[in-house]
């Protein structure tokens, strides 16, 4: 397996600089959907080899509540948010709703919808392509199991991935959640073209 | 610790292979219990369309020849050797996406039973698709192998 970089760091943080405009973006949305103040921390941009991908994420069995929505247009991409059980619980109870109940699944599938939305919105603006989301799915599993989908998609033609992972956290709920952007093979390659990198 | 894309072979009595938290991917095991040879593959698309050199594991067409090869250059008697698969799972029902996203686990299983009976490897137990994540664990001394899932008892397969 390679080892080289394939990008140079200039192009790497001008992708992290568009996750972060973009993260900015959805925290903002999710704290006036939610009436709670939302801290994120700077998303890091990182080319993972496949093997290691899993467990850098965290534990891969750790159950988790995943929201996954598809990006798709000129960047297909994969948007995976991953609640751990006590996350998913205190965030529901925020919003009068129970994280295991239909009510509680929609909910956190709409906080998909809403984080994904204002995060592609910047990508748009930013680079001149064209990205929307698909409808949010769910699932309550392992992490690494509702992460190797995803995994497979971008690593087609490379066995290396990017991530574009940040925290996000809601003071008041005592939620922390991960948010995951991860590009399919050629997408990589489409958004630092329309940037002219 | 058998990870995304790789193999392990053993033939040491005391050995586990793990696999943690397959979703759409793949656990192959194959083994010879008579000569006490077993090997885990984590396979995660189905076709390489010969892009399989590098990381022959990662692609079901070409990580049941490779592992074949590599059981029995551990010792197995290629006639003897048995297959127990698991995973392939749809982790994010969806019934209006046709994403194909969705459909990897399907097409893993399906390559993967394909290249098996290409090779005439019979199947001994066979325990994929449905919803749920799957985590497995090759047992060398007794070429048992279990699965586990979320919420679930352990099953021997």
Redesign the interface.
Known sequence: ?STEPLYTDMQLSAIQEIANIGTGNAATALAQMIGASVDIDPPQAEFVP??????RLGA??T?VV?V?T?VVGDAPA?ILLAFPFDAAASLCGLLGTDALSDMGRSALQEIGNILTASYLTSICSFTGLSVEP??P?????????????????A???T?RVLFLKTAIRIEDAYCDFGFLFVPEAHSVDRLLGALGL | MV????QAISSNREDTLVS??????IGLALFDQDAGVAGLSHI??PESNA?GA??PA?FADTAVPHLIDSVVKAGANRARLKAVLCGG?H????P??S????Q??DRNATQTLAALKASRIPVRAQDTGG?????VEVRVATCEVFVR??GQPPRNL
């Open positions: 397996m496949l093997e290691l991908a899993s467990e891969v069995e159950p995943a996954l598809p994969s698909a409808p799915l769910l699932a309550v599993d392992m992490l690494g199991a509702v992460v190797d989908g995803v995994l497979a998609m690593v087609a033609d066995d | 990870r995304m894309a790789e943690l938290g397959l979703g759409s991917c995660v698309l892009r590098g990381t990662k799972a982790m994010f029902a969806s209006t996406s994403s194909s996203l969705l990897i686990g919803s749920s994540g799957r985590s899932s979320v």
